[in-house]
């Protein structure tokens, strides 16, 4: 997760892949795993997936991906921190585990040794819509709703600690509303249940899937989390347009590996991760539903994280609190 550092990511976007294609070696067998931190059906396994197959190709060997989800993906960054540092397992994720939850909470791992960035992927931002069991049809609505009767709107996110927790939190402590938090183990479920009505409102990463609802009017968009409204919403304000600038958050996505994976082989894993992110068809499905692509060195990726990281120690008196 990354909290409204957009013109530093400009300049790091502009990076250029590190990887020559044409000088891959053989890579070791059984290939690699992408340990998913979040479980089936959102914008991570179809993001995941579509790396895995290009990877696959560049490197010759199987990629596959697994799902290790729960804990707002904490459960699935321990497993990759228990694995052995040979360059073979890697953890999809958004930074937000490494630079959010360990303030709120206790994990079984220490975000700034136990794990190591290996590649940025894909900066996402975060919108809020009214399923079908939302009377409202603006933000103005949900305010309103929510003063005159504290702790009645259901508010899902897809997990605790995540990006669209931390803009519930923000949206409760800059206006003074109450809701009551519904937090999920991901976002596949989280979809199915908006779809019907299972709650009122809903924070989530921009993807496809939503956006095909919002464009059917199943959902209600109400506000983004964005430097500047989304050109696939722009109807829709941005938080901070509304008054509410702390809850204008977005996530970062990256790969991880096990501290101790050699610097040679996490270089390499940068590079051929660079180059996946760049070929079209990966830009074009992450541009098609407002998210970009961000690709970096390992050392500003590794740098970024250690910035939030420091940025979100504030948090820890803010009475947010894991369940």
Known sequence: MTFSRWRWLAAALALPALCDAAAQSPWPMPG???VVVYPPGGLSDGVARALADRLTTMLGVPVRV???AGGGGSVG????ARSAP???TLAFSA???LTLRPHLGTVGYD???DIVPVASVMLTPVVLVGTPAFSGSRFADV???ARARPHALRWATSGLATAGHLVLEQVQMGSGIQVTHIPYKGGGQQLTDALGGQFELLSTNV???QLRHMESGRFKPLAVGAPERLAVLPQVPTFAELGLPQANITSLFGLFAPAGTPAAVLDRLNGEINAAVQTPGIQERLLASDNLPATMDRAAFARLIREEWVSNRRLRGAGIRME
Do not use: C, F, N
């Open 207 to 209: 993807a496809l899937a």
């Open 32 to 34: 690699l795993r992408i």
């Open 143 to 145: 305010l309103a709703q």
């Open 111 to 113: 975000p700034l040794h």
């Open 86 to 88: 040979d360059g073979l």
């Open 95 to 97: 930074v937000s585990p």
């Open 77 to 80: 960054m321990q497993a990759l």
């Open 66 to 68: 697994e799902h290790r």
